[in-house]
């Protein structure tokens, strides 16, 4: 298969380039009778799309997307859901003196290796341009899990190299948040921690004037999740969500929860209360006793007591199952590999040269890569929901 699709019962496959007519995704499974239209993905797409600030690749794209099919009289007819959306701010020519030449950090030589030719104009199919069409497909997701059962997905910064922000409940962090800073004017390295994100922006602008980039952390929030999303081995929760995450481009590293802060505790430090639902908790499922709940009347299954946990060192999911409380995840994305400095290379006849990338290239990817992270968490959700749902019938 060539792992152009994505998901079971909802399901994503794309299609495109950098430097070609366009990038197009075809969703299956989109339930019946949703209200969709343009304007419902062009929101995330705006925060997604390049030239939108000093820190953003210059790239002017307006990332219009076109709705060719699966809607009718404003909603969603159950049928394929096609969207297209148009390269319009190309430049090929930036990229002529790369055909014979490979560049560190890319997939250059591994997509030759793997095909024998590639696309070097901007990348080809390795681009991160071919993400504007998930985060269109992403969009979508999050109307279905909105209304099926009110759940929110929510990605923000919380490092930009040695700068890391201070986020002491990751649900409670609101879109304003994130987009806009305390005195309204917008959030351009979209990190919630207002002193931090000044930080950030002034790394990121000089490590641009010095030609150069530099890496970071995203966190992405799931809240309203009921439990009982996910399968008992292979499809897990988590693994579908580091899968997801881990086919963007530039992913690195995926953790939940604690992630990797687990190595040092003991269980007993690790393990992670039940409580009543009664308690409270800042993002957890309102959804009473998980999806089963949401199958009472039906003789086949019963639901347990509706509960929370104290903390939330678990990340929302145990078992590879959702437990009710939000689900919290955080990339690891690399610096962008593009640079205008000369960097040593080779040649495709393995000849010792230098080269430097004249196309237009983000110092940082943090900022755009939010709302990615965003669309695939969604889409995963979307799917596990839709598969339970299939189960039961």
């Known amino acids: 298969m060539a792992g152009n699709s994505f998901g079971q019962a909802f399901r994503v496959t794309t299609a495109g380039e950098s430097h070609g007519p366009g990038n197009v995704v075809i969703i299956d499974g ?19 799309r390049p030239g939108q600030s000093k820190i953003t690749s210059q790239r002017d794209e307006a ?132 002193e931090a994100a000044s930080r950030m922006v002034a790394l990121i602008d000089k490590l641009r004037r010095e030609e150069d980039s530099i890496g970071g952390v995203a966190e992405v929030v799931a809240t309203s999740v009921p439990a009982g999303l996910g399968e008992p081995v292979f499809d897990k929760l988590k693994a579908d969500l580091a899968k997801a995450l881990f086919s963007l481009p530039a992913v690195m590293g995926v953790e939940y929860g604690i992630g990797f802060g687990c190595a040092t505790l003991r269980g007993s430090e690790n393990n992670d209360v039940f409580a009543s639902a009664a308690h409270g908790s800042t993002g957890a499922s309102r959804d009473d006793k998980g999806v089963a709940g949401a199958a009472q009347g039906d003789d086949r299954v019963s639901a347990p007591p509706s509960l929370v946990t104290e903390t939330n060192r678990h990340g929302g999911m145990l078992g590879g199952i959702s437990s009710g409380m939000p689900i919290v995840l955080r990339a690891a994305v690399k610096p962008t590999s593009s640079l205008s400095r000369a960097q040593d290379t080779v040649t495709r006849d393995g000849e010792a040269t230098t080269v430097s990338t004249k196309g237009r290239h983000d110092p940082c990817l943090l900022p755009r890569f939010v709302p990615m992270a965003e669309a695939m968490v969604a889409i995963v959700l979307a799917d596990h929901w839709l598969r339970w749902k299939g189960q039961l019938s």
């Open 30 to 48: 989109v339930p019946p009778g949703l209200s969709l239209s343009v304007e419902d993905l062009t929101a995330d797409l705006a925060r997604r």
């Open 63 to 194: 990332d219009r997307p076109e709705i060719l099919s699966g809607v009718f009289d404003g909603v969603t007819t159950g049928t394929s859901l096609a969207i297209l959306i148009r390269n319009e701010d190309a430049r090929s020519r930036d990229y002529g003196n790369l055909a014979d030449v490979y560049r560190p950090g890319h997939a250059d030589y591994t997509f030759e290796a793997k095909y024998g030719v590639r696309d070097f104009r901007g990348g080809g199919r390795s681009s991160a341009r071919e993400t504007n069409v998930r985060v269109a497909a992403g969009a979508v997701a999050k109307k279905v899990i909105a209304e099926a059962f009110g759940a929110t997905v929510l990605s923000y910064v919380v490092r930009v190299g040695d700068v890391c922000a201070q986020i002491p409940d990751p649900a409670a962090v609101s879109l304003e948040d994130v987009e806009s800073l305390p005195g309204g004017e917008p959030n351009i390295v979209r990190c919630p921690d207002p």
